[in-house]
C-alpha cells in the first residue's frame, strides 16, 4: 500500500529566510508527486508536480521542489519566503490512488 | 472564471436530520471526488467519480453517499448525519484521474 509522510507538523522561519519541507513516500515504483497549499479558510491550490523527467521541478508563487528517487522524496523548497507563505502544505501521492499527507503548518515570522 | 463551488459553505445541524452538499463544476472536467479534512489526518476521500453516472468508494465512505447524473454535479448526501461526521468537506474536479485537482472552497459541517 502506498503512503505518504510529511515528518513535520509546525515549522517556523523568519521572513526572508529559506524553507524546506519534508515529503516522503511508500509506493513500489514512482508515482506522481504533487505539492498544494492551503491559506485559511480556503480550498487546496496546486503548487507544483512531478509526472516524469527532470527531477527538480518549479511551481507557482516561487517553490520549487526535488524528487529524489533513492530517498523517496520530495522536498519542497522556497529560497526566500514571505510572510503571505504562512499556510498549510500538503504533499499528496499519486501510485493507484491519490493520497495526502497529513500536512505541515509553516508559520513566518517577522 | 474555472471554479468549484460547494454549498453551504457552513451548516450546523442535528444527529440524524439529513442533508446534502452541492458541489459544482464549469470546467467540464471527467473526475469529481469529495474528501474530509480533520486535523491531523489531511485529506481523505471519501467518494470519487470518473465521469457520469459512475461513482465509487473511496477511503472513508461510511455514512455518505453521492450521484453523478450531470458532468457537472456531484452532491455528497448524509442520510442521517452523527456527530463523527462534523468535520471540514471539500469537492474536488480534475481533467482525469491523475491530473491537477481543483478544489472548492470548503464546507464546514457540524453535527451536534
Known amino acids: 500500500a502506498q503512503s505518504v509522510t510529511q515528518p513535520d507538523i509546525h515549522i517556523t522561519v523568519s521572513e526572508g529566510a529559506s524553507l524546506e519541507l519534508r515529503c516522503n513516500y511508500s509506493y513500489g515504483a514512482t508515482p506522481y508527486l504533487f505539492w498544494y497549499v492551503q491559506s485559511p479558510g480556503q480550498g487546496l491550490q496546486l503548487l507544483l508536480k512531478?509526472?516524469?523527467?527532470?527531477?527538480l521541478v518549479q511551481g507557482i508563487k516561487g517553490f520549487e521542489a526535488e524528487f529524489k528517487r533513492s530517498q523517496s522524496s520530495f522536498n519542497l523548497r522556497k529560497p526566500s519566503v514571505h510572510w503571505s507563505d504562512a499556510a498549510e502544505y500538503f504533499c499528496?501521492?499519486?501510485?493507484?490512488?491519490?493520497?495526502f499527507g497529513a500536512g505541515t503548518i509553516l508559520r513566518v515570522k517577522s | 472564471e474555472a471554479q468549484v463551488t460547494q454549498n453551504p459553505r457552513y451548516l450546523i445541524t442535528v444527529t440524524g436530520k439529513k442533508l446534502t452538499v452541492t458541489c459544482s463544476q464549469n470546467?467540464?472536467?471527467?473526475?469529481m471526488s469529495w474528501y474530509r479534512q480533520d486535523p491531523g489526518l489531511g485529506l481523505r476521500q471519501i467518494y470519487y467519480?470518473?465521469?457520469?453516472?459512475?461513482?465509487d468508494k473511496g477511503d472513508v465512505p461510511e455514512g455518505y453517499k453521492v450521484s453523478r447524473k450531470e458532468k457537472r454535479n456531484f452532491p455528497l448526501i448524509l442520510e442521517s448525519p452523527s456527530p463523527n461526521q462534523t468535520s471540514l468537506y471539500f469537492c474536488a474536479s480534475s481533467p482525469g484521474r491523475a491530473g491537477e485537482l481543483f478544489f472548492g472552497e470548503g464546507s464546514r459541517l457540524t453535527v451536534l
Open positions: 467519480s470518473m465521469n457520469v453516472e459512475v461513482t
Open positions: 470546467m467540464n472536467h471527467e473526475y
Open positions: 512531478y509526472f516524469s523527467g527532470d527531477t
Open positions: 499528496a501521492v499519486d501510485g493507484n490512488k491519490l493520497v
